[in-house]
């Protein structure tokens, strides 16, 4: 009796563990791996867990499945003063604004097609490429692309 319990116990237990690791971030509503390929004419990405330390420090993060990250998207939600404080914080990476996007929308650093950060509401997000191994000096998003995403996301808040 006492072993039939334990399996039931055991049983259970595997059930939840099965069920906490099929949970989806309250965030994958906002942007998929199947929103990256058609943007940027892709394949093959997936999820990448969270960490910082391999470059996944977004709230979503998507890489090649031999897992370099491709692109990682940020959440946040902030005030009207915080949200000027931010922006006065990241000023020296803007390269520019965006007009169309957002309530607010910029783009950086200088020089390169790396990130775009837009306001919509209280909502921030911040969509950004990485630098593609494969192509020197390229990153795997274009400005264009990454902006066609921004618009999928803003449409989403």
Known sequence: MKKRALVVVALALLGAAAVLSAQTSPYDKYLTAADI??????SGLKTV???????????????????????IATFQSLQPKDYDKYKTQIKPYVKGPIAGLADDAFNGPPGNPYFI???KGN???TI????????MGQTFLTMD??????????GRL
């Open 145 to 154: 692309q990454l902006l066609a995403l921004c618009k999928v996301v803003a």
């Open 128 to 135: 950004s490429t990485f630098f593609n191994p494969a192509k």
């Open 123 to 125: 909502w921030v997000a």
């Open 117 to 119: 950060s837009f306001r």
């Open 49 to 71: 867990p969270y960490d910082p330390s391999k470059g996944a420090g977004g709230n979503l993060n998507f890489g090649l499945a031999d897992g370099t990250v491709v692109l």
């Open 37 to 42: 390929e058609k943007a940027g004419n892709l």
